[in-house]
């Protein structure tokens, strides 16, 4: 069956889950809150953590890999063909495949940079695992650390996206949660299973105190200095 199909069928199947109140911080921006790695008690984390609290040992041996074999993973090795009216399937090396909804005109991100998107996670059967537009806010990491929210297969993904991509995805079960499977607070990943992404990569501006980042339809995210535009969520520099 093809991508986009099993998607709609998945979409159709299941709404959106809500995220509690409870797990949204009273008092808070919702412009400018972000999600992002979590810490061991699987809490969300500020920004000023988020930049600190990176684990430079890991990144050092992720920049130490060849830029050959970073390319490689995300490799196109097949191209399958959609029916009439349906778009057409790109497969990874690594066993990803995706399709292209919107391109973008932003750049590709480097191994390193803070990236935000948005982003909706499904089962097969349609469950929802993970929904940043349910929950108001985008997921921010940084690339090259995976971590609960971001699996090897989603981290792969984004970093073959330029800014402003929206890109349909599916993950094989062995670059997503593997035989463990994983429990989130919108939903559950049973195991060995396949993961389902619509994933929007967000174009993001430095300014005065950091990025400002949003949707390719409304970048520049900041016409003039000082503003911050209704979608645009910040991010503290590191």
């Known amino acids: ?3 986009k199909s099993i998607i709609s069928r998945a979409a159709a199947q299941k709404p959106p889950l ?4 409870s797990n949204v911080p009273a008092g808070s921006d919702r412009r400018s809150r972000v999600s992002s790695c979590e810490r061991p008690a699987d809490q969300v984390i500020s920004r000023r953590d988020l930049n600190a609290g990176i684990a430079m040992t ?15 993973e995300s490799a196109i090795v097949e191209v399958m063909k959609g029916a009439e009216g349906e778009r057409d399937l790109l497969m990874t090396a690594t066993g990803i495949k995706y399709t292209e909804l919107t391109s973008g005109k932003g750049d590709k991100p480097r191994t390193g940079d803070l990236v935000m998107v948005d982003l909706v996670g499904r089962t097969e059967d ?3 695992f993970l929904d940043t537009k349910a929950a108001g806010t985008p ?4 690339m090259g650390q995976t971590n609960k929210y971001v699996p090897e297969g989603l981290m792969q993904t984004v970093e073959s996206m330029k800014g402003g991509d929206v890109r349909l995805a599916v993950v094989p079960a062995s ?23 619509e994933v929007e990569l967000l174009r993001c501006q430095t300014f005065t105190i950091g990025l400002a980042c949003c949707s390719d339809a409304s970048f520049p995210c900041i016409k003039n200095q000082g503003d911050l535009p209704e979608g645009a969520q910040e991010v503290a520099a590191p």
């Open 1 to 3: 069956m093809a991508l």
């Open 175 to 197: 670059l997503g949660y593997g035989a463990s499977g994983m429990k989130l607070a919108q939903g559950s990943v049973p195991p060995n299973a396949k993961l389902y992404y």
């Open 126 to 128: 349609g469950e929802v």
């Open 139 to 142: 997921l921010a990491f940084q």
């Open 18 to 21: 809500q995220v509690p109140a």
């Open 58 to 72: 890991a990144l050092a041996a992720w920049q130490m890999m060849a830029p050959a074999a970073q390319a490689r």
